[in-house]
């Protein structure tokens, strides 16, 4: 199965760093929004639309619907930028087989009960041990929020 070309945790979903950076050291032609919220709500998806510059294709879909696009063989997946929001999602995602070997953590926002662990992620000790649990399936979870910024393993920000 070909590598997908980026997956990113961005709680967020598209924005300025997506648009102006990620697409393109990426060369992505698609972006794949998997989040059943986002998918569910028909203001974020035309806000989502907007966001997305016209040259690149979005899909907007449910986390479920997302697993079965990623597993069609006709698929560029090379040239696609996954976002999930938040790390349920990825546990989600990541139930199916779609050889997923990496995730970029880049935006998890601050609120109640998270710590910092760098400038862009907060976490909840519950959302830890659901990275550990990612961790465990053989992911491995890189901070980084732009692409030229060097990443960090985030299994050692938080401690194995």
């Known amino acids: 199965m070909e590598k997908i ?5 961005d709680d967020r979903l598209i924005h300025g760093q997506i648009v102006a950076s990620w697409i393109n050291v990426l060369q992505c ?4 929004v998997a989040d059943d919220k986002a998918a569910a709500d028909p203001l974020q998806s035309m806000m989502l639309q907007m966001a997305c510059p016209p040259s690149i294709q979005l899909k907007l879909m449910k986390i479920s619907e997302a697993a079965a696009y990623l ?11 996954v976002i999930l929001r938040n790390v349920d999602n990825a ?3 990541t139930q199916e ?9 880049g935006n ?3 609120g109640p009960k998270r710590k910092k662990f760098s400038k862009s992620v907060w976490l909840t000790p519950e959302e830890i041990e659901k990275f550990r649990q990612l961790n465990a399936r053989g992911i491995h979870l890189e ?5 030229n910024e060097k990443a960090t393993d985030l299994m050692s920000m938080i401690g194995k």
Do not use: C, F, M, Y
């Open 97 to 105: 087989d779609l050889g997923i070997s990496e995730i970029n953590v």
């Open 108 to 110: 998890v926002s601050s």
């Open 91 to 93: 546990l989600q995602l």
């Open 29 to 32: 032609s698609a972006i794949v």
């Open 71 to 81: 597993k069609d063989p006709s698929v560029d997946r090379s040239k696609l930028l």
């Open 5 to 9: 070309g980026h997956v990113r945790i």
């Open 143 to 147: 901070v980084r929020v732009v692409p």
